[in-house]
């Protein structure tokens, strides 16, 4: 028998559970459905199906992968979510109870489960090499039949990838080759990442142990045409510090941000790194090179709160604690001034960042942000930025929470940004979720039409638009 959820900020309102699966096979829209979208847009995000274990504090990042399935065909929308059928969550529905510890942790977890493997599967889902892989960083991915959503099971390149999986792979279209990488690569709390690229058809064809600079909190990475770009912020993870009663992770701004640029058809030894202030970001935009520099667009800010500082105190907002859009130059050639930083937008905060898939690597014109209006990481707004002209679009009424923006292009052959901009929508005034699809070209009109759900989903994290 399933117990209450606590009292927990991450378990009410829009981040509540929906303790539910379903087929809805035609939605209700409103407005009209452009009859060219066509494709399935797949989105993850946690879903708990128990509560945490006695005073076990939860946290967003714990809850089960739920897989939400849109697809658009024959003028209509159909849903449909699953669980990831993970070993947690397996060992889970058998005994009807949680039993591993928030985030994995083993000091909390029940005694049978100590020796088991920890995966939520809950942040990102992408598609390569005719897979469908469902992410978390903090190991291996899972993989999931693409029309039922069933789970085939976990997914390590036949046994070549032995540790984690980063949540934020990068594929090049134009080579069809998934660059990707694993924090901690040898274990928690060491300073190692681990390179790997497979080809386009899902065969692995590169696998470096890289060292970092120190073990740091690592979600996402950079990936150009002919570069891969390892960032380490100064959210750093400490050994000593955690088996003496401290903080395993704090944030240490006097340890600066570090990039270590490495070709991607080079080897670990090929690895430079280069320096400057300390910055946090858990998103990128897109990379790509001009000439001899490497360009990042991302959403950063110059400190965070995700974690406290190493003596408990919280970092203060007069530090710069919201992030916005910027654009980072890497210029290897420049030694000690080697990175320089461009704030494109400084008013507003801005997060979960996406552009046109098919331009990943490359430079691209259009970028789609998730906005807030004020100055708290609450999203009411869809930002869009085209790069090219320098002009800025947006929309957002107040009635809704909004997620990642995610760009379904018109079809193979359309420029890009043509096509339309999908975001997973919280109604404040229904309590139930939408599914808001936009004009790519026309942000700021609005919505062209909803897909209306009749539940809410919770509010999740990553997905992907897999087109017809």
């Not at 469902?134 to 036949?158: H, K, R």
Request: hydrophobic share 40%; with cysteine.
């Amino acid at each position: 028998m399933t117990q209450p959820f606590p009292d927990n900020v991450f378990l009410q309102g829009p981040m509540g559970p929906s303790g539910i699966e379903c087929d809805a096979p035609d939605l209700v829209i409103k407005g009209e459905l452009p009859p060219d979208l066509q494709g399935v847009y797949f989105r993850n995000g946690p879903d708990p199906i128990y509560p945490p274990r006695e005073g076990d504090e939860y946290h967003w990042f714990h809850g089960d992968g739920m897989i939400q399935r849109f697809e658009f065909a024959d003028g209509k929308v159909a849903w449909k979510n699953r669980w990831v059928r993970t070993e947690k969550y397996e060992l889970e529905r058998a005994a009807g109870k949680s039993l591993f510890g928030v985030l994995g942790n083993p000091l909390k977890a029940a005694p049978e489960v100590a020796d088991k493997h920890y995966n939520t599967a809950n942040t990102h889902i992408v598609w390569h090499g005719d897979k469908l892989l469902a992410l978390m960083e903090g190991t291996i991915a899972v993989e999931l039949e693409p029309q039922s959503l069933n789970t085939v099971g976990n997914f390590d390149y036949q046994g070549q990838i032995q540790g984690p999986i980063t949540a934020h792979p990068k594929i090049d279209h134009a080579t069809g080759e998934m660059i990707f990488f694993g924090n901690q690569a040898k274990g928690a709390f060491t300073p190692f990442l681990r390179l790997n690229i497979a080809d386009r058809h899902g065969k692995l064809i590169k696998n470096e142990m890289i060292e970092a600079p120190f073990p740091s909190f690592a979600h996402d990475f950079f990936v150009t045409e002919n570069y891969v770009i390892f960032p380490v912020y100064p959210l750093v993870f400490d050994l000593e510090r955690a088996m003496s009663g401290g903080l395993p992770m704090a944030w240490e701004p006097d340890r600066g941000a570090h990039f270590g640029v490495m070709p991607r058809d080079g080897t670990a030894q090929d690895i430079r790194w280069f320096d400057m202030e300390a910055r946090w970001s858990f998103h990128m935009v897109n990379a790509w090179e001009e000439g001899d520099a490497i360009k990042v667009d991302v959403c950063a800010s110059n400190a965070t709160a995700f974690a406290p500082k190493a003596d408990g105190t919280m970092a203060n907002p007069s530090e710069g604690l919201s992030p916005n859009l910027r654009r980072w130059t890497i210029s290897p050639g420049a030694g000690t001034g080697a990175i320089a930083e461009e704030i494109i937008d400084g008013d507003t905060v801005g997060e979960f960042p996406r552009t046109d898939d098919r331009f990943m690597t490359r430079r691209h014109r259009h970028a789609y942000l998730a906005g807030s209006s004020g100055q708290q990481m609450v999203f009411d707004q869809i930002l869009h930025y085209d790069m090219q002209s320098g002009t800025q679009k947006r929309w957002g009424d107040g009635s809704y929470l909004l997620g990642e923006p995610i760009l379904a292009h018109r079809n193979d052959a359309a420029a890009e940004g043509d096509g339309y901009v999908l975001n997973l929508a919280y109604n404040h005034a229904s309590s139930l979720s939408e599914l808001l699809i936009f004009d790519a070209a026309d942000i700021d009109r609005g919505p062209v039409c909803r897909a209306m759900l009749p539940l809410r989903i919770p509010a999740g994290f990553h997905g992907t638009w897999v087109g017809a």
